[in-house]
């Protein structure tokens, strides 16, 4: 997904080729796998299949994730300063989500993993930082709307696959005090609010294409990619197979990525 992404804002911003796709995929894979062994310790209840893989390959795993994640940073100095401050954004962010701060503070503080919408905003907000703004750093390229509108629309989608999931452990997140849509509001509405965060992007795109920012093939990929979303959006509540929805929901960077360098360099 991070490198996919990472791909498609390269190709939609006409961005040099750079290490940047690499560098986002070491850090998914560095947050991701230390997210995993974390859960093991602050949520021993919760997946107890992928608990029990962690405690099996826990060293290889804590070794190859900071493994990763100091190799990213590495290839981050080729582009200076900022792109290693990017880069050190999802390993912040992630310590901030997952780590208790009350253990080392006299305030009583929740975990921000638990705080109801903050938690999938943290993390929406932290790939689509990496995916749009590391790539533009590393070809010393500036801002423009459209990468704003990258931003936005790479945050909505990965809000909407964040919460996807916490629909499959809305029983462990209960019993974990974790506040998402589904404890908070249920699955139905869940689905609901997931539909208008997946239309408010659909807009944003549509609106950058009316307002001459993105080219008609670009407005229609990334459409494309919102359609996808959105059948999927309809599947909760209504199915089952909740890793299948979040496997889908991630692959959609893949079928939007493959497509835009299909239309471009095929």
Known sequence: M???GTLVTMVILSLA??????????????????????????????????SAFIGRHRRLLSVTSAGA??????LSTLGGPLALA??????????????????RSFVPLKRL???????????????????????????????????????????????????????????DDAQN??????????????RHLLYMINILSILVVVGAFLGGYLPMLFALILLAGRVLAVLLNS????????????????MNYVFVASVLLIAVFG
């Open 177 to 190: 005090d974790v506040s998402t849509f589904p404890t908070v509001v249920g699955v139905r509405r869940t």
């Open 86 to 103: 990017i880069t050190l954004v999802p390993g912040a962010t992630w310590i901030l989500y997952v780590v208790d701060l009350s253990e």
């Open 235 to 250: 599947r909760i509540g209504r199915s089952d197979d909740y890793r299948r929805l979040e496997l889908l929901g991630e």
């Open 2 to 4: 991070g490198i996919a």
């Open 17 to 50: 080729p750079t290490p940047a796709p690499i560098v986002v995929g070491l850090v998914a894979y560095g947050v991701y796998v230390g997210d995993r062994i974390s859960d093991v310790r602050y949520d021993p209840q919760a997946t107890s299949e992928r």
């Open 113 to 171: 993993k638990t705080v109801f919408v903050l938690n999938s905003t943290l993390v929406a907000l932290a790939w689509a930082t990496a995916m749009v703004f590391l790539p533009i750093v590393f070809a010393d390229a500036a801002i423009t709307p459209l990468a704003v509108v990258l931003t936005v629309y790479f945050f909505a989608d990965i809000f909407v696959n964040t919460e996807i999931p916490n629909v499959r452990d809305i029983e």
């Open 69 to 74: 994640y100091g190799l990213a940073i590495a």
